[in-house]
C-alpha cells in the first residue's frame, strides 16, 4: 500500500528556513517522478516543483525560484524540500505527491506558518 | 506559463443531476496532458482523470473528462452525495499549473 508522510513543517518568522521531508513506501519510489505541491489556507493547488527519478528538478513557480531546493534519496525512499529565504505568502500546506500522469497519491500535508 | 481557468466558480445541483465543469487553457495543452482532481475538506486531493479523458483507478464511470487543445471537460452523469467538493483541472504539458478551482455544492 503506497503511503507518503510529510514532516518538517512549522512557524518560522519571515527570511528563516524549514526543511520538508516526505518518507514513501509501499512502491518502488525510484520509479517515479515525485512533485511538491502547496495550498494557502482557503485557496487552491499550487504546484512548487517536481524531480525526476535520477533527481532533475524543475520548480513550476517562478515565486520559489532560487529560494527552494528539491531533492531526493532513492536510498531511503525520500523526498525533500528545503525552503529558504521565507516570506508571509509562503504559509500554505504542503503535499508531497507521486506522479504518475497525474499526482496519484498524496500525503497529508504539513504546515507551514511564515509570520512575525 | 499556461493559465487554466475554471467555470463556473460554485455549481449549484441537486443529487442526481449532472455537473458540467469548464477548464479553459491560454494556450494550447500539449497532448492533453490534462488531469482533474476532487478535494474534500480537510483532504488531500484525488486525481479523476489524467490526459483529459481517462478515468484514473477506482473512480465510477459517472465521470468522464472531454476536451483538447485549450478546452476541456469533466462530466459527472449523475451526481452522488460524496461528489460534492471541489475539482481542480491541472495541466502538465509545459511545466504544471493549476485552475482556480470549482466548487460542486448541493442546492
Known amino acids: 500500500q503506497v503511503h507518503l508522510v510529510e514532516s518538517g513543517g512549522g512557524l518560522v518568522k519571515p527570511g528563516g528556513s524549514l526543511r520538508l521531508s516526505c518518507a514513501a513506501s509501499?512502491?518502488?519510489?525510484?520509479?517515479?517522478?515525485m512533485t511538491w505541491i502547496r495550498q494557502a489556507p482557503g485557496k487552491g493547488l499550487e504546484c512548487v516543483s517536481y524531480?525526476?527519478?535520477?533527481?532533475?528538478?524543475?520548480y513550476c513557480a517562478d515565486s520559489v525560484k532560487g529560494r527552494f531546493t528539491i531533492s531526493r534519496d532513492n536510498a531511503k525512499n525520500s523526498l525533500f524540500l528545503q525552503l529558504n529565504s521565507l516570506r508571509p505568502e509562503d504559509t500554505a500546506v504542503y503535499y508531497c505527491a507521486r506522479w504518475n500522469a497525474g499526482a496519484d497519491y498524496w500525503g497529508q500535508g504539513t504546515l507551514v506558518t511564515v509570520s512575525s | 506559463e499556461i493559465v487554466l481557468t475554471q467555470s463556473p466558480g460554485t455549481l449549484s445541483l441537486s443529487p442526481g443531476e449532472r455537473a458540467t465543469l469548464s477548464c479553459r487553457a491560454s494556450?494550447?495543452?500539449?497532448?492533453?496532458?490534462l488531469a482533474w482532481y476532487q478535494q474534500k475538506p480537510g483532504q488531500a486531493p484525488r486525481v479523476i482523470i489524467y490526459d483529459a479523458s481517462s478515468r484514473a483507478t477506482g473512480i465510477p464511470d459517472r465521470f468522464s473528462g472531454s476536451g483538447s487543445g485549450t478546452d476541456f471537460t469533466l462530466t459527472i452523469s449523475r451526481l452522488e452525495p460524496e461528489d460534492f467538493a471541489v475539482y481542480y483541472c491541472q495541466q502538465y504539458g509545459s511545466s504544471w499549473t493549476f485552475g482556480q478551482g470549482t466548487k460542486v455544492e448541493i442546492k
Open positions: 494556450q494550447s495543452v500539449r497532448s492533453n496532458y
Open positions: 509501499g512502491f518502488s519510489f525510484s520509479d517515479y517522478y
Open positions: 524531480i525526476s527519478q535520477s533527481g532533475s528538478p524543475i
